[in-house]
């Protein structure tokens, strides 16, 4: 069985086989200023807490997360939108 992590190296490995040089250049460059810039030093890990948030949900009502972890389990996804 193929894991998650195997599966993603497998998807960036034919983008980058069908990207322009350019591009890859520009995206590998982004990448190394990130990992260079400290900001991995503050990632959350497997095990660590996430913080408390509020946001609106799709009625606009402000939801605390604080509220829904007291009596039920969470899921939440990030979508980074149409690139």
Same mark, same amino acid.
């Given at each position: 069985?193929?894991?998650?992590? /195997?599966?993603?190296?497998?998807?960036?490995?034919?983008?980058?086989?069908?990207?322009?040089?350019?591009?890859? $250049? !520009?995206?590998? +460059?982004?990448?190394?200023?990130? #990992?260079?810039?400290?900001?991995?030093?503050? !990632?959350?890990? !497997?095990? /660590?807490?996430?913080?408390?948030?509020?946001?609106?949900?799709?009625?606009? $009502? #402000?939801? #605390?997360?604080?509220?829904?972890?007291? /009596? +039920?389990?969470? !899921?939440?996804?990030?979508? +980074?939108?149409?690139?």
């Amino acid at each position: 069985m193929m894991t998650l992590q /195997d599966h993603l190296n497998q998807l960036k490995a034919g983008f980058e086989e069908k990207a322009p040089p350019e591009a890859l $250049e !520009v995206m590998h +460059r982004a990448t190394s200023d990130l #990992r260079n810039s400290g900001i991995l030093d503050q !990632v959350l890990t !497997v095990g /660590d807490t996430a913080p408390e948030f509020e946001l609106e949900n799709t009625s606009g $009502e #402000r939801i #605390r997360s604080k509220d829904i972890l007291s /009596d +039920r389990l969470m !899921v939440l996804t990030f979508y +980074r939108g149409k690139w």
